[in-house]
């Protein structure tokens, strides 16, 4: 079993930066493709990022190149670095295990945290 932890969410102006972090309990998260997810206002969850236990990484078009996935396996805890935020970006944002990086599916695990909230406005 998995118990996941999403933290740094906060409200930003448009062009800010935020750094995310999901923290997981165990020893056994190195075993496990991991990925960002986020929800907005009266929309789908979506994924927005994943990363392989080998740190491979794969992101959804409108965060490519501003976005940035990391983990670290010695601290159970992957990381997302966002900057040059936009109103758009707006949004809970969740961490969950994966089983394919290049084609994540939100039924596949069940480990959702809490989130924690993306506000980008000015």
């Known amino acids: 079993q998995v118990q996941l932890a999403e933290s740094g969410g906060a409200l930003v102006q448009p062009g800010g930066s935020l750094r995310l972090a999901c923290s997981a309990s165990g020893d056994i998260f190195r075993i496990y493709h991991m990925g960002w997810y986020r929800q907005a206002p009266g929309k789908m969850r979506e994924w927005v990022a994943t990363?392989?236990?080998?740190?491979?990484?794969n992101y959804v078009a409108a965060v490519k190149g501003r976005f940035t996935c990391t983990r670290d396996n010695s601290q159970n805890t992957m990381y997302l670095q966002m900057n040059d935020l936009k109103p758009e970006d707006t949004a809970v944002y969740y961490c969950?295990?994966?089983?394919?990086?290049?084609?994540?599916?939100?039924?596949?695990?069940?480990?959702w945290g809490q989130g924690t909230q993306v506000t980008v406005s000015s």
């Open positions: 990363i392989s236990t080998g740190g491979t990484t």
């Open positions: 969950n295990v994966v089983g394919d990086i290049y084609e994540p599916h939100l039924d596949e695990f069940d480990y």
